[in-house]
């Protein structure tokens, strides 16, 4: 005999599935949108470059990908997994914001943090002319 799905569940389901595709959307603009600092200010933002090396990477240009920007990979890995996060803790617990009283969570957190760190300070380096310079935009 089935087990009848509560209420509570289905609604988190439905969270779930939202979240997911809140992520898909953004993930999938990530190609369509230009950068609105370099569109506007004509400087590259922290993230600049990002898109570039990681369409490098998947046609096998490492050397390409790695001079765009080096922390392109680890920065797409820390957001995926941020964004996995989100989905399985919406499911478990019908909000995304549950994910801070879990460890996977607050680990997905601080990792992405760290990452957007080192992203900035790479950014402050290459304004200063280190590192190949600043992305052309």
Same mark, same amino acid.
């Given at each position: $005999?089935?087990?009848?799905?509560?209420?509570a569940?289905?609604?988190?389901?439905?969270?779930?599935?939202?979240?997911a595709?809140?992520? $898909?959307? @953004?993930?999938? *603009?990530?190609?369509?949108?230009? #950068?609105?600092?370099?569109?506007?200010l =004509?400087? /590259? #933002?922290?993230? #600049?470059?990002m898109?570039?090396?990681? *369409?490098? &990477?998947?046609?096998?240009d490492?050397?390409?990908?790695?001079? $765009? =920007?080096?922390?392109?990979?680890?920065?797409? &890995?820390?957001?995926?997994a941020?964004?996995?996060v989100?989905?399985?803790?919406?499911l478990?617990?019908g909000? /995304?914001?549950s994910?801070?009283?879990?460890?996977?969570?607050? @680990?997905?957190v601080? @990792?992405?943090?760290?990452?957007? @760190?080192l992203?900035?300070?790479?950014?402050?380096?290459?304004?200063?002319? &280190?590192?190949?310079?600043?992305?052309?935009?």
């Amino acid at each position: $005999m089935p087990r009848a799905i509560t209420p509570a569940l289905t609604s988190s389901r439905r969270v779930a599935l939202a979240v997911a595709a809140v992520w $898909m959307t @953004a993930l999938g *603009a990530l190609g369509l949108v230009s #950068c609105p600092t370099a569109r506007h200010l =004509h400087v /590259p #933002c922290p993230g #600049c470059g990002m898109t570039r090396a990681l *369409a490098l &990477l998947t046609s096998g240009d490492l050397g390409g990908s790695l001079a $765009m =920007h080096p922390l392109a990979v680890p920065t797409a &890995l820390a957001q995926l997994a941020f964004a996995a996060v989100t989905v399985v803790t919406s499911l478990r617990h019908g909000t /995304p914001l549950s994910l801070w009283s879990h460890r996977y969570g607050r @680990a997905s957190v601080y @990792a992405l943090a760290a990452v957007f @760190a080192l992203d900035l300070l790479l950014w402050i380096a290459r304004a200063a002319g &280190l590192f190949g310079g600043p992305v052309a935009v």
